[in-house]
């Protein structure tokens, strides 16, 4: 085996994320129904597996350390799991941040050929979210951002947020656009059959995202911002062809005032801004499908430990029929190369 294998979009949950969780649900706060769906799932199941997944996301030593020996994960990057501080007011959020980055950097510098960390921010502040993605790269060595998708229903096409992508431009440092369940402007048809969560609502909600980001021309302003989505794109790559298609001809009707001319057709920035992983998506046709129409150096391995930790799917990525050389991208070099590990 010439790789070794890095998971790049792996929770974590210090015990003081789960007691605000906690405390912000038992005060009848109902403003966010995805996330009281999701996050009352975890906090009440009775069932051993939820327990297992709330020990695991708690956990930033052995148990973490044994799992990966098991599955033959050489390094984890990880991150504060969704949705992060980003329900929370924003003082909150913006202290909790900041503690959470603090702990997980404390466990890098304990096991730092194991472990490597994104920053937890408050997209609710966008100075201090800035300041925070600075903090974490230059004092504490995280290697880059985590946002989970919207913020109260905001997303970062809106220039208010701008100045984050401007500090992870500078520090040339990705943002990781993790999925977070649909805002509640968008949650009802998919709560009323169950499919709020990472079955289908979290891949609906992201890959909006990352087409607003794309269609609003924010990407013309930051040309060398660097965003990984998960889940192979949040089903995006799927849909360039009629994307391309129908935003030129949208922008040939101007017939949005919103639609704006972009320099590139939005498969380019697809293609040019965004990395994908492979977090959850442990199938082979859709993992070549992506490294066919995205290449092969912007396709990183993840698992999603420890929501979809199930040791057998490695065997899924190390199987693929693919030459060696681009096997060790996918779990390797992909992730150094980003990441700057
Ligand atoms: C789940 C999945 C939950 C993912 C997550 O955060 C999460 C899940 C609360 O399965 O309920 O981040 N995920 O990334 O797929
Ligand atoms: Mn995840």
């Not at 503690?99 to 997209?123: C, M, T, Y």
């Not at 998708?149 to 997303?155: A, K, L, R």
């Not at 911002?225 to 101007?254: Q, T």
Request: proline residues 8%.
């Amino acid at each position: 085996m010439t790789y070794v294998r890095i998971a790049t979009e792996e929770a974590f949950a210090p015990p003081e994320l789960f007691q605000r969780y906690r405390a912000l649900l038992d005060s009848g706060w109902n403003a966010d129904p995805g996330f009281c769906s999701l996050m009352g799932f975890y906090l009440t199941s009775q069932s051993p597996r939820i327990a297992e997944v709330a020990a695991r996301l708690q956990d930033l030593g052995e148990l973490r350390l044994r799992d990966m020996d098991e599955t033959g994960i050489a390094k984890q990057i990880i991150s504060l799991t969704a949705p992060g501080v980003q329900i929370f007011d924003s003082p909150t959020a913006v202290d909790l941040a900041r503690s959470a980055n603090d702990q997980l950097a404390e466990a890098v510098r304990k096991h730092p050929e194991r472990f490597a960390g994104l920053a937890a921010i408050a997209p609710q502040n966008p100075p201090a979210a800035a300041q925070e993605l600075e903090r974490g790269v230059r004092q504490l060595g995280l290697k880059g951002a985590i946002i989970n998708s919207h913020t109260g229903g905001e997303y970062l096409d809106d220039p208010k947020f701008w100045e984050i992508f401007e500090a992870a431009e500078a520090l040339d440092v990705p943002i990781y656009l993790h999925p977070t369940s649909p805002p509640p402007a968008m949650i009802g048809p998919f709560i009323e059959r169950g499919l709020d969560g990472a079955i289908f609502g979290f891949a609906v909600e992201t890959g909006l995202h990352m087409l607003r980001i794309i269609v609003s021309g924010a990407l013309d302003r930051f040309p060398n911002l660097k965003i990984v989505a998960g889940h192979l794109g949040e089903a995006l790559p799927y849909w360039m062809f009629r994307i391309d298609f129908m935003h030129s001809r949208m922008v040939a009707a101007n017939r949005y005032a919103s639609v704006n001319k972009l320099m590139r057709k939005p498969s380019e920035y697809l293609r040019e801004t965004f990395y994908v992983t492979t977090s959850g998506m442990a199938w082979e046709p859709p993992i070549l499908y992506a490294q066919s129409v995205l290449g092969v150096d912007r396709v990183l391995y993840a698992m999603d430990y420890p929501y979809q930790f199930v040791p057998e799917e490695v065997k899924v990525t190390d199987d693929l029929p693919i030459p060696e050389a681009d096997k060790q991208k996918l779990y390797q070099l992909n992730a150094e190369r980003v990441f700057r590990l």
